[in-house]
């Protein structure tokens, strides 16, 4: 059984530019989330869709979204690059709330 | 508030001693979910257990033990004869029922360095 992917693994972008990131969901699995990780903020939510419906969002500015198409997969993009945006971006996915929640092995994402 | 307090930020050991790794949280839900994710150099957070609030039964899978208090809100974690290839950041995290049962809220982590 495949488990969470995502894509890129790795990126560097300039500040002020764009950038979208891929979620593939263990089969099976409707909830997709997305986690912020840095040195110095730790794990943080950022949101959570089931069934391409946005259920909940962490604190993070407008800049931050998200979506998720009917085959489950999800994207999450970040506009106007800052260099506070660089961190390690995880996904997770789990069959229903608050299910045993698999992680991918991130994005790691650099802005200069 | 924080929600997951793991208050070891760092443990050193040699191999084949048991390590233990202290979880507290908080909340006012009555039904919960705990959980505990290893964190190896590669960056995937690895799942290791989900508990819910209801279950306080102790579990032990291989050489990993959960002891879950509920009197004093605490869910540790130990390793038994720890070996090299535990060396990671090991994360406890809550999920909470109601409106934020769909985010988890992660504690700082602990690094665990075994050393041979």
């Known amino acids: 059984k495949a488990g969470v992917t995502q894509t890129p693994r790795y990126l560097i972008k300039t500040r002020g530019q764009q950038v979208t990131l891929s979620c593939s969901p263990i089969?099976?699995?409707?909830?997709v989330s997305w986690y912020q990780q840095t040195p110095g903020q730790g794990l943080q939510f950022l949101f959570e869709?089931?069934?391409?419906?946005?259920?909940n969002k962490g604190n993070f500015p407008g800049r931050f979204s998200g979506r998720q198409f009917s085959n489950s997969r999800s994207e999450m993009n970040v506009s106007t690059l800052e260099l506070g945006d660089s961190a390690l971006y995880l996904c997770?996915?789990?069959?229903?709330?608050?299910?045993?929640?698999?992680f991918g092995q991130g994005t790691r994402l650099t802005v200069v | 508030a924080q929600k997951v307090t793991q208050a070891q930020t760092e443990i050193s050991v040699v191999e084949k001693e048991d390590v233990t790794l202290d979880c507290v949280y908080e909340?006012?839900?009555?039904?919960?979910?705990l959980f505990w994710y290893k964190q190896p150099p590669s960056g995937e957070l690895v799942f290791l257990i989900r508990?819910?609030?209801?279950?306080?039964q102790n579990e032990i899978s291989g050489r990993y033990s959960w002891n879950f208090q509920k009197s004093t809100s605490s869910f540790n974690f130990t390793i038994t004869a720890s070996q090299v290839v535990d060396s990671a950041v090991y994360f406890c995290?809550?999920?909470?029922?109601?409106?934020?049962?769909?985010?988890?809220?992660f504690g700082a982590g602990t690094t665990v360095t075994v050393r041979a």
């Open positions: 997770a996915s789990s069959i229903d709330r608050a299910g045993d929640a698999f």
């Open positions: 089969s099976g699995h409707r909830s």
């Open positions: 869709y089931f069934s391409e419906t946005q259920r």
């Open positions: 909340t006012r839900d009555t039904t919960y979910y």
């Open positions: 508990r819910n609030s209801f279950d306080e």
């Open positions: 995290a809550l999920s909470e029922a109601g409106i934020n049962d769909y985010k988890l809220s």
